[in-house]
């Protein structure tokens, strides 16, 4: 008897596209059973007027044009928008001119398109959150019950009991909207948190990028080249390989048995701190004795990452 297939896994996924956003946007657009159902966009990276276009871009490179696309806050709650040009070029893309045919969003903000959404399909629905968490807080504060109507969220955020990567304490999705990160973390969500520290210990090698180039496939050729600008930033800061944290959240999205090692925590973002404003403050030891709602990736299966990439760009 054959199996029943399993159910479709039905996606939404909020963005700041971004060159690693890209790769992780092609991993699920391409996985056998994702259904990415729409695209929330935030800035991030780079402003508004690149991302939506971005994501258009990366829809259309892979088939899936037809994916709506809604735009969100245009910068953080409280901040000042804190961009990422010199790891992902001006245009968020690695400047590689890489354009879509129809660059508009899809009208209707991306606030209201995830409140309805999710309140249309409760219990149904995973949120992977690639950029800046303005877009969920947001949703959050109109809707406070969608935080119990999501299947699972999984958020490329935060650095668990590590260095940052835009200071020593914070990574730069948190720190571009600590204040957002701080309602998200606190509003008791089914969370996994990939942490920086994870796209540090899964670098992809320049002979890797090489080998996904050679695929043979168009999206295999744009995978390659923002791959390359993303190791070439790398190269830069003394890395030996180009570092893809969407990626890998994405992997954890998409497989959780790629999660090799993981704890469940308390965490809390600082927002206020001289020195460490947007630290993911991970409390391993339970000594504040909070609710430990954040499952914290300490680990993943390469291989069955790198395989996802590989998968997505493959004919
Ligand atoms: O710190 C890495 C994160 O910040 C990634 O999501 C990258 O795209 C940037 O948004
Ligand atoms: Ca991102």
Redesign the pocket.
């Known amino acids: 008897m054959t199996e029943p297939a399993s159910p479709p896994l039905r996606l939404l996924i909020d963005?700041?596209?971004?060159?690693?956003?890209a790769i992780?946007l092609m991993m699920a657009l391409r996985h056998p059973r994702a259904r990415v159902e729409a695209l929330t966009v935030v800035a991030?990276?780079v402003g508004m007027e690149h991302t939506v276009r971005n994501a258009r871009y990366v829809l259309e490179l892979c088939d899936a044009g037809d994916v709506p696309v809604y735009a969100g806050a245009g910068g953080a709650l409280l901040v000042e928008h804190r961009r990422?040009v010199d790891?992902?070029g001006d245009d968020g893309l690695g400047n590689l001119g890489l354009r879509p045919r129809s660059p508009d969003a899809t009208p209707g903000h991306a606030v209201d398109a995830l409140i309805a959404r999710i309140t249309a399909a409760p219990g149904q629905l995973t949120l992977v959150t690639?950029?800046?968490l303005t877009n969920i807080a947001l949703a959050l504060r109109r809707e406070p019950a969608i935080g119990g109507m999501l299947r699972r969220v999984v958020m490329?955020?935060g650095a668990a009991n590590a260095p940052?990567?835009?200071t020593p304490a914070a990574?730069?999705?948190?720190?571009?909207d600590p204040e957002a990160a701080r309602i998200v973390l606190r509003a008791g969500l089914p969370l996994t948190m990939v942490g920086?520290e994870i796209?540090r210990a899964n670098l992809l090698p320049a002979e890797k990028i090489a080998a996904i180039g050679a695929l043979g496939t168009e999206r295999a050729r744009v995978a390659a080249r923002l791959l390359t600008y993303s190791l070439r930033v790398a190269v830069r800061r003394g890395m030996p390989g180009a570092?893809c944290?969407?990626g890998t959240?994405m992997a954890v999205a998409l497989d959780p048995a790629t999660v090799t090692d993981a704890g469940q925590y308390h965490v809390d973002v600082e927002t206020h701190g001289e020195l460490t404003t947007g630290e993911t403050v991970v409390d391993r030891r339970g000594v504040h004795g909070r609710l430990a709602t954040t499952t914290v990736v300490h680990a993943i299966h390469r291989p069955r990452f790198v395989a996802m990439i590989e998968d997505a760009v493959r004919a």
């Open positions: 963005t700041d596209p971004g060159v690693d956003d992780a991030g990276n990422a790891a992902h690639l950029g800046p490329m955020g940052g990567n835009v990574e730069f999705n948190v720190w571009a920086i796209a570092s944290p969407d959240a």
